[in-house]
T-cell receptor, first 115, second 110 residues
Framework: DAGITQSPRYKITETGRQVTLMCHQT?????MFWYRQDLGHGLRLIYY???????DKGEVPDGYVVSRSKTENFPLTLESATRSQTSVYFC??????????????FGPGTRLLVL | QKEVEQNSGPLSVPEGAIASLNCTYS??????FFWYRQYSGKSPELIMF????GDKEDGRFTAQLNKASQYVSLLIRDSQPSDSATYLC??????????FGTGTSLTVIP
């Protein structure tokens, strides 16, 4: 049972390049989330999705694009990477969003360095 | 004003002591409150959630919620070196947006 996986785990890219971070979950959870984690800011929500083909912006969506054609996959694309997007990116999933039953399960993270 | 505020620490306690971690939130209509633990280089994992005023106990962990004061805390009794980690407070606000605090670093000294 793989749970929730992310790939790649580490990525180095250059400014201006397009980068896609992958997230896959095997639980058939409805909700999926993308966060970035930076020193001094903690975890910040980039985008989330309530179901296939339903996505919505979080706190820091600028410069990112998401899609969700299948329930189990939620890729995050940096259309033109900038140095400020150097961060650790976490994908998460849950069965219910916004309620007391909500437990978000996190993937292992992707460490992205933009040169 | 941030949605969720935590003291960044570091907080150091001796083994066997009680560790007290605190969190305040700005949206008075917030409904659900969570504590996550994150070991260095790892992903966050849920410890507890609470949504009613008062205390909720789970083993050595007790979450306390005071909605009037917009305050939530986590107590760790009989602290162990394995409890050394960063503890993240998270809140779901009235817009069903999920916000994390920046985390408090805890070190338990053997």
């Amino acid at each position: 049972d793989a749970g929730i996986t992310q790939s790649p785990r580490y990525k180095i890219t250059e400014t201006g390049r397009q980068v896609t971070l992958m997230c896959h979950q095997t639980w058939s959870h409805s909700y999926m989330f993308w966060y970035r984690q930076d020193l001094g800011h903690g975890l910040r929500l980039i985008y989330y999705s309530a179901a296939a083909d339903i996505t919505d912006k979080g706190e820091v969506p600028d410069g990112y694009v998401v899609s969700r054609s299948k329930t189990e996959n939620f890729p995050l694309t940096l259309e033109s990477a900038t140095r400020s997007q150097t961060s650790v990116y976490f994908c998460a999933s849950s069965t219910v969003a916004g309620g007391p039953q909500e437990t978000q399960y996190f993937g292992p993270g992707t460490r992205l360095l933009v040169l | 004003q941030k949605e969720v505020e935590q003291n960044s620490g570091p907080l150091s306690v001796p083994e066997g002591a009680i560790a007290s971690l605190n969190c305040t939130y700005s949206d008075r209509g917030s409904q659900s409150f969570f504590w996550y633990r994150q070991y260095s280089g790892k992903s966050p994992e849920l410890i507890m959630f609470i949504y009613s005023n008062g205390d909720k106990e789970d083993g050595r962990f007790t979450a306390q919620l005071n909605k009037a004061s917009q305050y939530v805390s986590l107590l760790i009794r009989d602290s162990q070196p394995s409890d050394s980690a960063t503890y993240l407070c998270a809140v779901t606000n009235t817009g069903n947006q999920f916000y994390f605090g920046t985390g408090t670093s805890l070190t338990v000294i053997p």
